[in-house]
């Protein structure tokens, strides 16, 4: 595929960019050039915006769920290369939706159980859930991988410190900086397990609105949804599907 091009390159298309959400505006726009709505894409990533951003919009049956949820919306090919660019920029598809249901990975494979073998349709859905699985297992061997290396070594610190031993510095290494990292990595894994305990961030909870989904709300890490799955996991009694649009407070 051909590197993308400017936005300026096509000066008759509105740039997706003054949108409040446009990796999802990018990913609807299937009636624009590929080129464009990448370059699009790149403006937004460089600006800051989340590539696993859930969707804003507090009416749940509305809600799009995250960028590579939107982008499953229509089976073009033009939306295979988005979902793959959106994979590449960091996009987890083992993130579920706003109602902590579906990820983008489920989505696809329920999709193609709606459409018969051997039509576009179906041959878009299957590549999708292949990209996505390719990019969940990249995800969490690296994952794995982190957490086996932290673990190994604050065992061996712990060892070290309870033996009384002192490990010899790299010539390469400042005074102290070895033991900064050791202190880091073995104080790692309680900072992880203390995460996991934290009260589930929210906006609207901040600004005490009541919605039947706020409690499930993007925390910036695959960890999500942490308290139980009920009307009090946020602290706040579960409420009616709110009328018109309800401000965040953000």
């Not at 993130?95 to 349709?121: F, P, V």
Request: with cysteine; hydrophobic share 30%; charged share 30%.
């Amino acid at each position: 595929m051909d590197a993308p091009t400017s936005a300026s390159q096509h000066p008759d298309n509105p740039n997706n960019n003054k949108q409040t959400q446009p990796l999802f505006d990018i990913a609807e726009l299937d009636q624009h050039p590929l080129d464009l709505r990448l370059a699009w894409a790149r403006q937004a990533l460089a600006a800051g915006h989340d590539v696993n951003r859930l969707d804003q919009n507090p009416h749940r049956l509305a809600n799009f769920g995250r960028p590579l949820h939107c982008a499953l919306r229509e089976p073009l090919p033009d939306n295979l290369e988005l979902i793959r660019f959106l994979i590449e920029q960091g996009a987890d598809p083992r993130l579920r939706d706003c109602r902590n249901q579906k990820s983008a990975t489920d989505a696809a494979r329920e999709c193609i159980d709606g459409y018969g073998k051997g039509s576009s349709a179906h041959g878009f859905y299957t590549q999708a859930a292949k990209l996505m699985d390719v990019a969940a297992k990249r995800l969490e061997d690296k994952e794995a991988t982190s957490r086996g290396e932290a673990e190994t070594r604050g065992v061996l610190s712990h060892v070290q410190r309870f033996l009384g031993l002192r490990e010899p510095k790299l010539p390469s290494e400042k005074p102290g900086k070895q033991q900064q990292q050791q202190q880091q990595e073995v104080q790692g894994g309680e900072k992880n397990q203390a995460a996991h305990d934290l009260p589930v961030e929210c906006a609207f909870c901040r600004e005490r609105k009541r919605h039947n989904w706020h409690y499930f709300c993007y925390k910036g890490t695959s960890e999500e949804a942490r308290g139980k799955l009920d009307d009090t996991a946020c602290g706040w009694q579960d409420g009616p599907e709110p009328v018109g649009d309800v401000p965040l407070g953000l």
